[in-house]
């Protein structure tokens, strides 16, 4: 073989060796993502607080990462038939579960039921909004501020009732938290969902509510309910006239509830930190900004790691709650 075929024959040799050598790097490179429709379960009926923030993410998502981010409500067994479905989902970024506070309230009441563990299961995303709780009364509890209604409750134990959107539900542990540092007795009425609860609450079968600002605000704005007291740090802009509970003189009551995107475990850190970026980009928007002022919620991202922190505080402290104060689904 002449020098000019050993040449030849050099440089194909070398390029077959770097297509080879190349080609296990090539097959490593993610696949983007996404590249078909993501879906985004809640746990929640249409038209609720988790829902329409969900349904506002969705839409941004959509938008900025160019595929559908479907929502599909899953309502039921307070919200644990959502959870069981994202945490047994695969890892690959397309089935996520839009949150919110009572996730972190389901290993205090059924951890001998479900299958999925709240905090290891999951991957956390980002918190997206917060929404204080408000003491509200309907029209079969006229009282004008907090002191008369710890007043009547005190004056009849366990007679006037409290609603809740369900035995387990961030409302439940608010108004049990209330009770507790009060030391009042009132009856709780579960229903299965927060428009249930605000309906007969507006039409006088219950008296009280602890419940999310985003849920009841519609019927506060319209005089239909009135409301005594925010659990938050400071008084609600869109309440300003309404105290906190601190200022009404029950000191120390706060109760947030948050809604947040969790991703099942073992989702690649590539697909998280692109689902982050949108959820960041998405609660700076001032268009979403407006439209969570308009439910009563503020937009918060706290993501990632630190999420996953807060979620591990949470449950740790309702499941202290629940075995101090003999908490049970009903």
Same mark, same amino acid.
């Given at each position: 073989?002449?020098?000019?075929?050993?040449?030849?024959?050099?440089? !194909?040799?070398?390029?077959?060796?770097?297509?080879?050598?190349?080609?296990?790097?090539?097959?490593?490179?993610?696949?983007?993502?996404?590249?078909?429709?993501?879906?985004?379960?809640?746990?929640?009926?249409?038209?609720?607080?988790?829902d329409v923030v969900?349904?506002?993410?969705a839409?941004?998502?959509?938008?900025?990462?160019?595929?559908?981010? !479907?929502?599909?409500?899953? #309502?039921?067994?307070?919200t644990?038939l959502?959870?069981?479905?994202?945490?047994?989902?695969?890892?690959d970024?397309?089935?996520?579960?839009?949150?919110?506070t009572?996730?972190?309230?389901i290993?205090?009441?059924?951890?001998?039921?479900?299958?999925?563990?709240?905090?290891?299961?999951?991957? #956390?995303? *980002?918190s !997206?909004?917060?929404?204080?709780?408000?003491?509200?009364?309907?029209?079969?509890?006229?009282?004008?501020?907090?002191?008369?209604?710890?007043?009547?409750?005190?004056a009849a134990?366990?007679?006037?009732?409290?609603?809740?959107?369900?035995?387990?539900?961030?409302?439940h542990?608010?108004s049990e938290?209330?009770?507790?540092?009060?030391?009042?007795?009132?009856?709780?009425?579960p229903?299965?969902g927060?428009?249930?609860?605000?309906?007969?609450?507006?039409?006088?079968?219950?008296?009280?509510?602890?419940?999310?600002?985003?849920?009841?605000?519609?019927?506060?704005?319209?005089?239909?309910?009135?409301a !005594?007291a925010?659990a938050?740090?400071?008084?609600?802009?869109l309440? #300003?006239?309404?105290?906190?509970?601190?200022?009404?003189?029950?000191?120390g009551?706060?109760?947030?509830?948050?809604y947040?995107?969790?991703?099942?475990?073992?989702?690649?850190?590539?697909?998280?930190a692109?689902?982050?970026?949108?959820?960041?980009?998405?609660?700076?928007?001032?268009?979403?900004?407006?439209k969570?002022?308009?439910?009563?919620?503020?937009?918060q991202?706290? *993501?990632?790691?630190?999420?996953?922190?807060q979620?591990?505080r949470?449950?740790?402290?309702?499941?202290q709650?629940?075995?101090?104060?003999?908490l049970?689904?009903?």
């Amino acid at each position: 073989m002449n020098t000019t075929s050993l040449k030849a024959s050099g440089l !194909l040799a070398a390029a077959v060796f770097g297509l080879a050598a190349g080609a296990p790097d090539a097959r490593a490179q993610p696949p983007a993502y996404p590249t078909k429709p993501v879906r985004l379960v809640v746990g929640f009926s249409a038209g609720g607080p988790t829902d329409v923030v969900a349904r506002a993410f969705a839409d941004y998502a959509a938008r900025t990462l160019g595929q559908p981010f !479907l929502v599909d409500n899953k #309502p039921g067994a307070n919200t644990i038939l959502a959870a069981e479905a994202v945490a047994g989902a695969p890892a690959d970024g397309y089935t996520l579960l839009l949150g919110a506070t009572n996730h972190t309230m389901i290993p205090a009441l059924y951890s001998s039921r479900v299958k999925f563990d709240a905090v290891r299961s999951f991957a #956390p995303v *980002c918190s !997206l909004a917060v929404s204080p709780t408000v003491l509200v009364v309907g029209p079969s509890m006229k009282v004008p501020d907090l002191a008369t209604f710890l007043q009547q409750v005190k004056a009849a134990p366990g007679q006037r009732t409290y609603a809740t959107p369900g035995a387990g539900s961030s409302g439940h542990f608010a108004s049990e938290q209330f009770t507790r540092l009060t030391g009042t007795r009132m009856n709780h009425i579960p229903y299965k969902g927060a428009a249930q609860a605000v309906t007969d609450l507006v039409g006088g079968q219950v008296d009280s509510s602890f419940a999310t600002l985003g849920s009841v605000l519609p019927q506060v704005q319209a005089g239909k309910l009135t409301a !005594l007291a925010v659990a938050a740090p400071q008084r609600s802009p869109l309440l #300003p006239q309404v105290p906190t509970f601190d200022e009404a003189g029950v000191k120390g009551y706060r109760a947030d509830a948050w809604y947040g995107l969790l991703a099942p475990a073992g989702t690649s850190p590539a697909v998280l930190a692109l689902l982050q970026k949108t959820a960041q980009d998405f609660v700076r928007q001032s268009a979403t900004q407006e439209k969570l002022r308009g439910l009563g919620m503020e937009s918060q991202h706290v *993501c990632g790691a630190d999420f996953g922190e807060q979620l591990a505080r949470e449950v740790k402290a309702y499941g202290q709650l629940a075995r101090e104060l003999d908490l049970k689904p009903e």
